[in-house]
């Protein structure tokens, strides 16, 4: 599996975008890059995913490096309840092919 | 959207009791399930993969007598702890794959595990 990093923690205020980065220097050509979200108690929610270009959909945008070592997931305007716990996972072969493999992912506060 | 089931939410019991877990696709068919396990302030952690009509495949680690997977129709998957102990207490997440492919998986809302 793809290693990724993610910072451990960021911070947003309320209806400001966000941009959460993630290196995945060791991605394979054919992984895709997921991201899930995990709110308190509850279990992970996909968010978006993508393979090469820039993915949009009504809950984010999926910004791809050219080289896609690395991409970052923007909430174009952070409400409270987009505060979670972010996990970017390369899976390979699709959507939902493949094990997920889920790292430490980072902690979003969203502030009012 | 696609919504997967996951019953009970929350269950307390007696060490020694085997607990089991169900996971039901509701408006799709799953020909695979995951299961995981997630410890507090810790991320997922895959225990099992469940086929449909096929032997569970078990990551390294995970005792398959201790947790038994049984998937037996497109839209059920059950995992049943046995024995359980306090150290088997814990946060347990299923998750299904649609048949169709080409869609995200989708995830239970957990079982919060307490073995007393």
């Known amino acids: 599996d793809a290693k990724t990093t993610q910072p451990n923690s960021m911070e947003s205020n309320e209806e400001e975008p966000v941009h959460l980065p993630c290196n995945h220097s060791t991605i394979s050509g054919t992984d895709y890059i997921h991201w899930y979200r995990q709110l308190p108690s509850q279990g992970p929610e996909y968010v978006i995913h993508?393979?090469?270009s820039n993915v949009n959909n009504r809950m984010a945008s999926l910004a791809i490096a050219e080289d896609r070592k690395s991409s970052t997931l923007i909430l174009h305007r952070a409400t409270l309840r987009d505060a979670a716990v972010y996990y970017c996972?390369?899976?390979?072969?699709?959507?939902?092919?493949?094990?997920?493999?889920f790292g430490q992912g980072t902690i979003l506060t969203v502030h009012p | 959207g696609a919504v997967v089931s996951q019953h009970p939410s929350r269950v307390i019991c007696k060490s020694g009791t085997s607990v089991k877990i169900e996971c039901r696709s509701l408006d799709f068919q799953a020909t695979t399930m995951f299961w995981y396990r997630q410890f507090p302030k810790q991320s997922l952690m895959l225990m099992a993969t469940s086929n449909e009509g096929s032997k569970a495949t078990y990551e390294q680690g995970v005792e398959k007598d201790k947790f038994l997977i049984n998937h037996a129709s497109l839209t059920l998957s059950t995992l049943t702890v046995t024995s359980a102990h306090p150290e088997d207490s814990s946060f347990y997440i299923c998750?299904?794959?649609?048949?169709?492919?080409?869609?995200?998986?989708?995830f239970g809302d957990g079982t919060r595990l307490s073995i007393l």
């Open positions: 998750s299904a794959r649609d048949v169709r492919g080409n869609q995200p998986q989708h």
């Open positions: 993508g393979l090469t």
């Open positions: 996972i390369p899976n390979a072969g699709g959507t939902s092919y493949g094990k997920l493999t």
